[in-house]
């Protein structure tokens, strides 16, 4: 059965029991039982904080409730309106968060428990001191674009920021000092170098031949080339010899002086740049 499974979850008064094969506009229908006995069937659109709270006996605690000044929801206390509006028109309430920040949010995303804090509490706080492969979690760096990031120090001595998900899954079990220098890969301005090199041809290619691949639309070897996330189009052949010629021209003319200014100029700079901080490190020492 598709979908989450919601048997003996609560919603309000309501315990979710059983599905039932009845849908309405393809949504599970379930069996719910109320405290006061009583067992309606709720499809699972409304199977929802604050969208139902039981089988009619009794009404939402917050249904009428104009003013959440003083409220609690999660880790959040309502101070009161902001004066704000959201994009729908709806007025924003301010809130305080158990950390001490505060934010704004609308009465709708509080009552469902969409928002329950501020979402800058780190979570899992016991994680500092915790190891994962060869990394110590030292604290709590950011969160960023949602993923929760902390600060690790490798038993190699460098320290990184890794997300959370990357050690829970085990991705991320050192700094980077273990994995082979011929898997890395470095990126600039969109272009990975490594699949730049010549000799390095995908493993769905059919052809033998980097950026040829026959049409059978057309009955021609088509060539073209990628750089710097774009997709340059080198025309069609009638034989493979003539479209492998083409896409090598192009790698020549794109790849090859690309790579020549990566190595020779942007890589020394690089490393003169980090020479300085090494430098300006140890002074401060």
Known sequence: MKGKNLAGKRFGKLTVLEPTKQRVRNA?????????????????????????YSCGCEKSPFDGVKDLTGLRFGKLSVIGKSGNKAKDGNPLWLCQCDCG???????????????RSCGKI?????????????????????KENGFHIWHCRCDCGNEVDVWQSNLQNG??????????????LHYKDGTCLEMLRPDVIYKTNTSGVRGVYYSNKRNKWIAQIMFKQKCYYLGGNDCIEEAAEARHIAE????GDFLKWYDTTYKKSNTNNR????????LKR
Do not use: H
């Not at 020549?252 to 790849?255: D, G, P, W």
């Not at 020479?275 to 140890?282: A, N, T």
């Open 28 to 52: 599970v229908v379930w069996r719910c039982r109320c405290d006061c006995g009583n067992e309606i069937l709720v499809e699972s659109r409304c199977l929802k904080p604050g969208v139902i």
């Open 101 to 115: 920040n505060t934010i704004e949010t609308t009465k709708r995303r509080l009552i469902t428990g969409n928002t």
């Open 122 to 142: 780190p979570p899992l706080k016991d994680w500092v001191g915790k190891r994962f492969g060869m990394l110590t979690v030292l604290s709590y760096a950011r």
């Open 171 to 184: 991705w991320t079990i050192s700094c980077g000092c273990q994995r082979d220098p011929k898997k890395n």
């Open 252 to 255: 020549e003319k794109l790849f």
């Open 275 to 282: 020479k300085k901080k090494e430098v300006g490190i140890s």
